[in-house]
């Protein structure tokens, strides 16, 4: 059997459809209708002569590739993970092209990503969480480079976002504990003094526990930088110092799943049952959550779902669509599963 030749030229394509560049063009990427008929004509002929778009040279003359940028601070995170998945997904049913970098909670690595990909001809710039700094962010909105933010506030209304109601989110998370009868309820979390997520988490237990006339009690809450670098050593030093004081809290609440698997792995180690001495509850809903015994309850963020809207508005913006929300607040729910005691009065 001979050998099909590789052609570079979408000329030849035309060619042998029987229609024009243009048609094809559109065809192939559906940037504007096309009869199916046709459609499939050109298919076929793309087939039989094996033909490949050379999507680095439609950049040079577009100055796009169709891919969009994706900067998030830890690809080993697992919700990044599920975030990007949804991303990742409808952008390809899209058929747009992701470009995934990692800035490690460094704002100069970030930076430095986003001169690289300009000259990658990318069409638009998607940021999931990070630190609160945005001023090179909102330069680029400025400068009418498409932009979105996840998880990520950055005070600005005109900066397009996905994001979910943190501090209500964790205000409920209480108000279910007391619900409970949960009345001690110590709390551990990142710092959040640079990132406005962190912080509206923290507000909103503290707000949680106003709403319940339940007095904050410094000793059982732990804010520490460690468990950025490292969640479960983080947690361990955190649990012992809630545990070494007269009064312990009957519930631990997290700012995140991973410090929540830490704190049950460490009140295993002490022997402390969960959730017969002491419970857990966590927040993000990490599939890690479903494999801890007893398994998690803990508040659920729509990550995939954040993934998909951020991808969706920033395509619609790349497009020229009108966008009526630009600022998208996600619901979220609170999943009760195994490592919750409901208290008696």
Request: charged fraction near 30%; charge should be positive; proline fraction near 3%.
């Amino acid at each position: 059997m001979k050998k099909k030749s590789k052609v570079t030229s979408i000329k030849d394509v035309a060619k042998k459809a029987g229609v024009s560049i243009s048609t094809v063009s559109n065809a192939l990427n559906d940037s504007r209708y096309v009869k199916k008929e046709t459609k499939e004509k050109i298919l076929e002929v793309v087939s039989d002569l094996n033909y490949t778009p050379n999507i680095i040279a439609r950049g040079l003359k577009t100055r796009s590739t169709r891919t969009v940028a994706v900067i998030v601070p830890d690809i080993s995170n697992q919700f990044f993970a599920q975030v990007i998945k949804g991303v990742e997904e409808t952008a390809r049913q899209r058929n747009y092209n992701v470009l995934l970098t990692c800035s490690y909670y460094d704002v100069s690595e970030e930076k430095r990503s986003i001169e690289i990909l300009k000259q990658q001809f990318v069409s638009g710039f998607l940021f999931i969480s990070g630190y609160n700094s945005f001023e090179h962010i909102k330069s680029l909105n400025d400068d009418k480079v498409p932009v979105v933010v996840v998880d990520r506030e950055p005070g600005d209304k005109k900066v397009p976002s996905v994001l979910i109601d943190n501090f209500e989110a964790m205000r409920k998370a209480v108000n279910f504990l007391y619900g409970i009868r949960h009345r001690r309820i110590g709390y551990i979390s990142y710092t959040y003094d640079n990132q406005t997520t962190v912080e509206r988490r923290y507000k909103g237990y503290r707000r949680g526990l106003e709403d319940n006339n339940l007095v904050y009690d410094p000793d059982i809450v732990m804010i520490s930088e460690t468990l950025r670098l490292n969640e479960l050593e983080g947690s361990r030093e955190a649990v012992k110092k809630i545990l070494n004081n007269k009064n312990i809290p009957t519930v631990i609440l997290n700012a995140s799943d991973f410090i929540a698997v830490g704190v049950i792995r460490t009140l295993k180690e002490l022997n402390i049952k969960v959730p017969e001495d002491i419970s857990v509850m966590g927040f993000d809903n990490i599939l890690m959550s479903l494999y801890t015994d007893p398994l998690l309850t803990t508040v659920k963020q729509p990550k995939k779902q954040m993934g998909a809207a951020a991808v969706s508005l920033l395509l619609d913006i790349i497009e020229g669509k009108r966008v009526k929300n630009k600022n998208i607040i996600l619901p979220t729910e609170i999943i009760d599963r195994q490592s919750i005691k409901k208290l008696q009065d």
